[in-house]
């Protein structure tokens, strides 16, 4: 029967979802808000300074060092120009060694300005970019709502980490379980909604016998109707073909009667005697394979026409003879059992 779709049967997004529980640690109980900000010591120099490098992304004093090398490199270009035009200008030995000391003493100069401007800029940079008040509670952005306190709590318990990462796992698996299952009924519903509409179109197409039987006044079926049913259905058990009988190894059909010279033959008026049933069929057999006396006495009446030697012993050895024939025919075919193989092989 094909399935049938209900008001009863529950969507996908009423199906209860897998029994997770709601915290993996259940036994640890948060402190209320009021008692979460408590006074912290203050922040030593080193973890201040890792704090700020976890959230820039960048160690500060690396970024004032990329900084301080670019200008120098540009000061040295600089350099590198000015003692160009020195050369060209200075012409002689004199002029040449003067220029040298020059240059020298320039170089000397600007770098000892320029290292007291960077270390100064470097200062400033550490202590007002880079910096934030002591007494300030600093959270980083994905550090928020946070409860480290947890953690104290994970750390005393018997299994420790280990037992809330074999927890974990164990939830994953549901969760993964719970979302194959969850896709498979996805499918389901497709393939019956599909099916669905295909005895849809089918119940249209035949819809027109249900409005015919209400219409003519069919619905319901007379009660005749139903023994009718019935009576037709019983036929298939009452019309069932005979058992079949088997041959016994002694019987012999050597010595029997050719059946085509008996009275009526297949063509004959008798060749329905079976559908008047078993007994019949057996009697037509019987004629088939016995021939009766009036069957063997023209030869002899023929022979001597008007003889009245041989009238009165047939006539009153006729029963006699007729039966003797019988029996002589059921000794040769093996008896009742016999007969009724016989008969079988006859009707096949």
């Keep these: 029967m094909p399935p049938i779709r209900t008001q009863q049967r529950p ?9 997770l529980p709601p915290s993996i640690t259940p036994s640890y109980t948060p402190a209320p808000s009021s008692q979460t900000h408590t006074e912290r010591r203050p922040l030593s120099e080193e973890e201040r300074g890792r ?3 976890e959230l820039v992304g960048f160690h500060p ?8 090398e670019v200008a120098r490199t540009e000061l040295y270009n600089a350099m590198n120009s000015i003692e160009n035009w020195a050369e060209t200008v200075a012409r002689g030995k004199e002029l040449s060694a003067e220029a040298g000391n020059g240059m020298h003493a320039l170089e000397t100069l600007l770098e000892t300005h320029f290292d007291r401007a960077f270390d100064k800029y470097e200062t400033w940079l550490l202590r007002n970019a880079f910096e934030f008040e002591k007494g300030l509670d600093v959270v980083l952005p994905w550090h928020n709502g946070l409860d480290f306190t947890r ?4 750390s005393h318990l018997p299994g420790g980490t280990e037992a809330l990462d074999t927890q974990l796992e164990s939830l994953r698996v549901q969760v993964e379980q719970a979302r194959q299952l969850s896709m498979q009924l996805e499918l389901a519903n497709k393939k019956l909604d599909r099916r669905l509409d295909t005895l849809r179109q089918r119940e249209a197409h035949v819809g027109f016998v249900k409005e015919v039987i209400e219409t003519s006044g069919l619905n319901p079926l007379p009660q005749n109707t139903s ?16 058992e079949s009988i088997p041959i016994p190894t002694s019987t012999s059909f050597t010595h029997l009667p050719d ?3 008996g009275p009526g033959s297949a063509s004959g008026e008798h060749t329905k005697a079976w559908e008047l049933g078993r007994a019949a069929y057996l009697n037509w057999a019987m004629g088939k394979i016995v021939p009766p ?6 030869s002899s009446a023929a022979a001597a026409p008007g003889s009245g030697e041989g009238q ?11 039966l003797e024939a019988i029996e002589q025919g059921i000794e040769q075919v093996g008896g009742k059992e016999g007969m009724e193989v016989l008969a079988e092989s006859v009707k096949e």
């Design 61 to 68: 004093r690396s970024l004032c060092n990329d900084i301080t």
């Design 51 to 53: 704090l700020i490098h």
């Design 11 to 19: 969507p996908l997004d009423i199906i209860p979802p897998p029994s």
């Design 151 to 154: 953690g104290e709590h994970v």
């Design 227 to 242: 023994h009718l049913t019935q009576t037709v259905s019983s036929l298939h058990t009452s019309l069932l073909p005979l």
């Design 293 to 298: 006396a009036s069957a063997s006495s023209p």
């Design 259 to 261: 059946p085509s010279h």
């Design 312 to 322: 009165p012993a047939a006539s009153t050895g006729e029963g006699g003879d007729k």
